[in-house]
């Protein structure tokens, strides 16, 4: 089954405790995005990855590191979460420029930092 | 740069009336929109999309999106709604054919379904 799967799908974590959370889509997709959800602010991106070794910074970048080494993983790295990085968390990926063949999403993670 | 504004936050309606989920959107370029649907405590799902040509655009579930250019509108319809069909509704937008572009997501709508 053609997918994206994020990892864990819940997590509470102290402030300044470093974590990651995993990515892996099975669909040789090229292009990969990470998005955080808030309540009231929609889904904004994190960083996106055009394919191995080549990432950028979306809207929302500080507080975060990814790294694309291989064409089907996409870690999120937090590497001192704070309590404003409480939120939910999707990857998602896409085979076209543009998404034009439309982007799949993960299940979510769901992230709490206290 | 593009920006995507869902008119509505909250849209509630009974079952079986019609709905209408307003999106506009702004670009200086050519766009693709997308209508996802998140249902509670899941992913987002893909709708509908438009890439090009005919500006009505049929979806899953009966949903259906005309893209009006002079408006720089992408409503969301459907002509008779489910208790099914309560979930979160995004508008996106991204630039036609270019790499490594965002795909830039409305703030969402609600859509409360009530028998």
């Known amino acids: 089954e053609a997918q994206v799967t994020q990892n864990p799908r819940y997590l509470i974590t102290v402030t300044g405790k470093k974590l990651t959370v995993t990515c892996s889509q099975n669909m040789n997709h090229e292009y990969m995005s990470w998005y955080r959800q808030d309540p009231g602010l929609g889904l904004r991106q994190i960083y996106y990855?055009?394919?191995?070794?080549?990432?950028d910074k979306g809207d929302v970048p500080e507080g975060y590191k990814v790294s694309r080494k291989e064409k089907r993983n996409f870690p999120l790295i937090l590497e001192s979460p704070s309590p404003n990085q409480t939120s939910l968390y999707f990857c998602?990926?896409?085979?076209?420029?543009?998404?034009?063949?439309?982007?799949?999403f993960g299940s979510g993670t769901r992230l709490t930092v206290v | 740069a593009q920006s995507v504004t869902q008119l509505d936050s909250q849209v509630p309606v009974f079952e079986e009336a019609p709905v209408e989920l307003r999106c506009n959107y702004s670009?200086?370029?050519?766009?693709?929109l997308f209508w996802y649907v998140q249902y509670p405590n899941q992913g987002l799902q893909l709708l509908l999309k438009y890439l090009s040509g005919s500006t009505l655009v049929k979806g899953i579930n009966g949903f259906e999106a005309e893209f009006n250019k002079s408006q720089t509108s992408f409503h969301l319809r459907k002509p008779s709604v489910h208790i099914s069909d309560t979930a979160e509704y995004f508008c996106a937008v991204s630039e036609a054919n270019q790499a490594g572009t965002a795909l830039i997501f409305g703030k969402g709508t609600t859509l409360s379904v009530s028998s």
């Open positions: 670009s200086s370029v050519s766009v693709y």
């Open positions: 998602a990926s896409t085979r076209l420029a543009g998404g034009a063949d439309g982007y799949t």
């Open positions: 990855s055009m394919n191995v070794e080549v990432t």
